[in-house]
């Protein structure tokens, strides 16, 4: 079982900066495929970006440009760096992990979440 610890969230006013880390422990392999999701009340559970063991990322239009997804695999750690923050960007916000990357990105194509921390970006 693959554990998953997130921190780094808290409150921003717009334009402002935030970076999430996310640790992973247990049975973690190499070449798991790591990823952020983020729910606002009401609305379901979206991808925001993932990152593959060769380092290939995926960010998602809504953040492309603005959010930078990196990682430490030596530490077992991802981050998920966030700049140009806008109200919209309010949410809890979830490390996933699976031991592969699908082709779709999509909440259901991963096993292991996180506990969320929470980002409120006020205007």
Same mark, same amino acid.
């Given at each position: 079982?693959?554990?998953? !610890?997130? +921190? %780094?969230? %808290? +409150?921003? &006013? ?6 999430? +880390? /996310? ?9 798991? /495929?790591?990823?952020?999701?983020? &729910? ?22 809504? $953040?492309? %440009?603005?959010f930078t997804i990196s990682q430490d695999r030596g530490r077992n750690t991802v981050y998920l760096q966030m700049n140009g923050l806008r109200p919209e960007d309010t949410a809890t916000? *979830? /490390?996933?992990?699976?031991?592969? /990357?699908? *082709?779709?990105?999509?909440?259901? %194509?991963?096993?292991?979440?996180? @506990?969320?921390? @929470? $980002?409120? !970006?006020?205007?």
């Amino acid at each position: 079982q693959v554990q998953l !610890v997130e +921190s %780094g969230g %808290g +409150s921003v &006013q717009t334009g402002g900066s935030l970076t999430l +880390s /996310c640790a992973a422990s247990g049975p973690t392999r190499q070449r798991i /495929c790591l990823a952020w999701f983020r &729910q606002s009340p009401g609305k379901e559970r979206e991808a925001v970006a993932r990152i593959e063991p060769d380092n290939s990322k995926l960010e998602v239009e809504a $953040v492309k %440009g603005r959010f930078t997804i990196s990682q430490d695999r030596g530490r077992n750690t991802v981050y998920l760096q966030m700049n140009g923050l806008r109200p919209e960007d309010t949410a809890t916000y *979830y /490390c996933a992990a699976h031991p592969f /990357c699908r *082709y779709a990105f999509s909440a259901g %194509g991963f096993n292991y979440w996180g @506990q969320g921390t @929470q $980002v409120t !970006v006020s205007s």
